[in-house]
């Protein structure tokens, strides 16, 4: 068998070269059977279960069946050996090969801190056996800690913007935390917190142990806050573990035009070829000034539509400004109602509002009617002058 | 014609004896009787059928009132404005056609001159009795169409409506007019009655049936054999509207579409730059509406007062001592 393994190494070793031909004599040919684990000593919490992870290695030897025993366990506390999910009393590793066992720990909650040896033994029937000597240490608990931090924790914009703060929460603790999510925020203020790449809101996100995780906190403002600096403080908590962070938005006031008229009537009359004269009252509703405000009209084809003033330099909020409106008819227009739009327009901000004219014609051609039943009666009357009385 | 001397008085002495006399004896013949299930067979047909289709109509309409008049049912193809348009020229030229010419057959026109009664009043008294009579024969059969529909419909009038069927009353009764005053001036034209009666209903034919014919055919012979522009498609268009306005039927119907559609703004078509920023449907005020029909008002008061004042002077140079 070792002979064949030799050959094998040589073989490979004229095909790999130098370096795999020095290592080739270096193969481990230790024999016998051993019980291995990562870690011999650990620690353990009182009240909880801990898993140990086991190996029974098989090297160079038959297999047997290898019975396994616990000794030293002390009172009051289970210990389980474990195969494959299932409690087993034996394993039986193939030659050169493992099997994975593992120790389910079950810690008594009134567990006194200190050392305990456990040693666990494998016997088979032909005088192998091996062992394995656990030292089990009751440890105190670390309590749950979280962290939280923000990259941005003050933005700036208008009352309709919306403010996404990114937030990395922290589980600094020993074990796997669910973290409830809230936030404080002036009167009227929205917050919502969503995962770091997804759309669900959401209201707590587990944390493994040591990790930590990205989420967004958005928050709304109500549209007529004025402008000025609004603190949130945005709180994670989990089994009384608590972290609290403040971010700032930074709201800066907005304009908003209205375009109305005095008595918020949308409708007026004008006479085909002659100028009507409407008010238009122009608002600002919005939380910060306007400026350069500009008048623009859309009117039925040549039409003529002025503005008086055709510009408004400034527009402080709650401010109200009135804007003559001249409209005139064309020549040929026909009598009946017409549709004109009225636009108030500044950078980022505009108002419109549509206007209904009902236009009339001038009664001159009226009079012109009349006047020929008029020529026409006379006519009448020179004829009765005329011929009449016979 | 010699003219001895100039006779005193006011030319109209005894019109009202006239007047009256016609109008008594037009609503109490048996022509009238005629001529009155003539216009109700034609008017209650229409009516009743739109009213049936009317009280079917759910949606809301400002001027449902006017629809009567205007709506042409599903089953009977004429609205009872287009049965009026042509039954009040067969109603006016049956009552004036033999106005002046059966007094001269019956020989009692000298007779009636011979009392203090001049010419002047005679013919006038004699046009205001048939018009009278025909104003109330409209008048009630546009109280019965608006009874009908208070009843059927279960709804009343508007103010405006009512305004607006009263000026389509007036518009009916100088449409009238004018066909009294033709016929009247064919009696006088013609010693026939006859005659005078062909020669009315001749030219009602001709106006009613043939003349929008020949508008057509006049204005595509003037129109340029290729149109290019809307504009040049709106003045011919122009030229056919006022040639078939030479007709006293279409300045009726116009009228009459002015005045029951409130939603027309003009005849004609419009160019699309006026139809930029137009609101469908929207009614026009009734002085609007007043004005837009005006022009059409105005040929038929004024074509009435003409053909009347030709019927005159021919009257009056006329020799009746027969």
């Given at each position: 068998m070792r002979r064949l393994i030799a050959l094998l190494a040589l073989a490979t070793a004229s095909v790999l070269g130098s370096q795999a031909f020095a290592q080739a004599p270096m193969s481990p040919v230790m024999q016998g059977l051993f019980l291995l684990t990562d870690y011999p000593a650990q620690t353990v919490r009182a009240g909880e279960i801990a898993t140990i992870r086991v190996k029974m290695q098989n090297s160079g030897l038959a297999p047997e069946p290898m019975a396994l025993t616990l000794s030293g366990?002390?009172?009051?506390w289970k210990i389980d050996i474990l195969g494959g999910g299932q409690p087993v009393a034996s394993a039986m590793p193939g030659q050169n090969e493992s099997v994975a066992l593992q120790l389910r720990v079950e810690v008594p909650k009134d567990a006194k801190p200190g050392s305990q040896q456990v040693m666990l033994s494998a016997k088979g029937s032909r005088l192998q056996s091996a062992e394995l000597p656990l030292t089990l240490t009751v440890g105190t608990e670390t309590p749950a800690k979280l962290s939280l931090k923000s990259r941005l924790p003050s933005l700036r914009g208008t009352p309709r913007s919306s403010f996404e703060y990114s937030v990395t929460v922290g589980n600094d603790s020993g074990k796997d935390l669910t973290v409830a999510l809230s936030a404080q925020g002036p009167a009227n203020f929205q917050t919502t917190f969503t995962e770091g790449f997804g759309s669900n809101e959401i209201s707590s996100i587990p944390i493994e142990a040591g990790q930590t995780k990205d989420i967004k906190v958005k928050v709304t403002p109500p549209r007529d806050v004025k402008a000025g600096d609004y603190p949130v403080l945005v709180k994670v908590a989990a089994e009384g573990a608590t972290a609290e962070l403040r971010v700032t938005l930074q709201i800066s006031g907005q304009g908003k035009l209205a375009l109305s008229t005095t008595g918020g009537r949308l409708s007026g009359e004008a006479e085909i070829g002659k100028t009507s004269t409407y008010t238009l009252v122009l608002t600002n509703d919005g939380t910060a000034a306007v400026d350069e405000i500009e008048m623009t009209g859309t009117v039925p084809t040549s039409w003529k539509v002025e503005f008086?003033?055709?510009?408004?330099a400034t527009l402080a909020p709650n401010e109200k400004k009135e804007v003559q409106v001249l409209v005139t008819p064309a020549d040929k227009a026909i009598a009946g109602d017409y549709v004109a739009q009225f636009r108030a327009g500044a950078r980022g901000e505009s108002s419109s509002a549509d206007f209904r004219i009902t236009v009339t014609t001038s009664t001159l051609w009226g009079m012109v009617g009349i006047g020929i039943i008029a020529v026409a009666l006379l006519v009448l009357l020179g004829a009765v002058a005329r011929f009449g009385r016979r | 014609m010699p003219r001895s001397a100039a006779r005193e008085?006011?030319?109209?002495?005894g019109l009202g004896p006239v007047f009256l006399k016609e109008f008594a004896d037009h609503l109490s013949s048996a022509r009238m009787m005629v001529l009155m299930l003539f216009v109700i067979a034609f008017g209650a047909f229409p009516v009743a059928s739109s009213l049936q289709q009317l009280r079917t109509v759910t949606e809301s309409d400002a001027y449902l009132f006017l629809r009567i008049f205007t709506t042409a049912p599903d089953r009977v193809p004429i609205s009872f404005v287009f049965a009026l348009n042509f039954i009040i020229p067969v109603m006016a030229i049956g009552l004036g056609f033999d106005a002046v010419n059966s007094e001269f057959n019956r020989r009692t026109l000298s007779r009636v001159l011979?009392?203090?009664?001049y010419r002047d009043a005679l013919l006038l008294g004699k046009f205001l009795g048939g018009l009278a009579t025909l104003a109330v024969v409209l008048t009630a059969l546009w109280l019965i169409v608006f009874g009908a529909g208070l009843l059927l419909l279960g709804i009343p009038p508007r103010g405006v409506e009512v305004a607006r069927g009263a000026c389509f009353l007036v518009a009916a009764i100088a449409y009238g007019g004018v066909w009294l005053a033709a016929s009247l001036l064919f009696s006088v034209i013609f010693r026939s009655t006859a005659t005078s009666a062909l020669c009315a209903l001749g030219l009602w034919l001709f106006f009613f049936l043939l003349w929008p014919m020949i508008a057509e055919a006049v204005t595509i012979a003037f129109a340029?054999?290729?149109?290019?522009?809307a504009e040049e498609f709106l003045a011919v268009e122009q030229v056919g509207l006022v040639l078939s306005r030479f007709s006293p039927g279409a300045l009726f119907s116009e009228a009459v579409i002015g005045l029951l559609n409130p939603?027309?703004?003009?005849?004609g078509s419009m160019l699309p730059a006026q139809m930029r920023g137009v609101i469908p449907g929207a009614p026009l005020p009734l002085d609007q509406s007043l004005i837009l029909i005006w022009p059409q008002m105005t040929g038929l008061i004024a074509g009435m007062i003409v053909v009347f004042a030709a019927a005159y002077v021919i009257f009056q140079r006329e020799e009746v001592r027969a």
């Open positions: 366990v002390p009172a009051g008086n003033p055709r510009t408004i | 008085g006011s030319p109209f002495t011979s009392q203090p009664i340029p054999a290729q149109i290019r522009s939603e027309t703004r003009t005849f």
